[in-house]
């Protein structure tokens, strides 16, 4: 079965700063998805930013990007030019590429941002 | 505009009572989706449904029901059978079973007391 761990349970940045979340998973596949979603406060789940393991480029999206390394399992969301509103829970997620409906989500990391 | 809504936001109950939560959609998808949060936990899937009149186990399946007569509707109840069923519960869909992306709702919180 695959996991997903999330080794920081809390981050903090300061607004403008440009900060780090990791991830790892384990999984014996070699196709498969990972995601960030972000959690605020209201609790909404959004989709920040995906990537697709077959893709060797590293995803991006706006202030996000992401570090994938297919071979060491790890895949890191940077957020640079951090602002107030990306205070959040922030949870990776995997899904295998074919015959699972699942995600698998990490215990995500609270990522705080200061003024 | 198109979304995922569950209602009500807030939801108490006494313990022994079932309790049935909406979840509707308008974005025209097959698949939906039932995840349970706990405080320090990530999500863990309770039911999924690929197509109307269909739906399977999730991880954590136990003391919960579904049903899905209609593609817009994927309504959850906990049962008195579920031994810690306080928790944040959301609801997801996606375009079809196989599509990597879920969208997610604005979630239930449930209190059993």
């Known amino acids: 079965a695959q996991t997903v761990t999330q080794s920081q349970p809390e981050m903090s940045v300061q607004e403008a700063e440009t900060v780090t979340l990791s991830c790892t998973y384990d999984t014996s596949e070699s196709d498969y998805y990972l995601f960030w979603y972000k959690q605020p406060p209201s609790r909404q789940m959004i989709l920040v930013i995906r990537?697709?393991?077959?893709?060797?480029q590293n995803a991006t999206e706006n202030r996000f990007s992401v570090n994938f390394q297919k071979a060491a399992k790890s895949f890191s969301l940077k957020i640079s030019d951090s602002q107030l509103g990306d205070a959040a829970m922030y949870f990776c997620?995997?899904?295998?590429?074919?015959?699972?409906?699942?995600?698998?989500f990490g215990k995500g990391t609270k990522l705080t941002v200061n003024p | 505009d198109g979304g995922i809504t569950q209602s009500p936001k807030y939801l108490f109950r006494k313990e022994g009572q079932n309790v049935t939560l909406s979840c509707e959609q308008n974005l025209n998808h097959d698949a939906m989706y039932w995840y349970r949060q706990d405080p320090g936990q990530g999500l863990r899937l309770i039911y999924y449904s690929q197509i109307v009149n269909d739906f399977q186990k999730g991880d954590i399946a136990e003391g919960y029901s579904v049903s899905r007569e209609k593609k817009e509707s994927f309504p959850l109840t906990v049962t008195s059978a579920q031994k810690n069923p306080t928790a944040f519960y959301l609801c997801a869909s996606s375009p079809t079973w196989s599509s990597y992306e879920q969208y997610f709702g604005p979630g239930t919180r449930l209190t059993v007391t």
């Open positions: 990537q697709e393991a077959y893709k060797q």
């Open positions: 997620a995997y899904r295998s590429a074919g015959g699972s409906e699942k995600l698998v």
